[in-house]
């Protein structure tokens, strides 16, 4: 398991690729679940209101 392999995280950091093994972003990750409660909206209302 090196480089060449896909499956492992040195793999996708040599492709350039993500998955299980290597994930994007842990903040993103926390920004898509409050988007899909709810709690992303009133921030897009607020920003209406602002302008």
Do not use: E, L, V
């Not at 993103?28 to 302008?51: F, M, T």
């Amino acid at each position: 398991m090196g480089k060449g392999d896909k499956r492992s995280k040195r793999g996708k950091i040599h492709i350039g690729s993500y998955g299980r093994t290597r994930p994007k972003k842990k903040a993103a990750k926390k920004a898509n679940a409050a988007a899909k409660k709810g709690k992303a909206a009133p921030k897009k209302a607020a920003k209406k209101a602002a302008k």
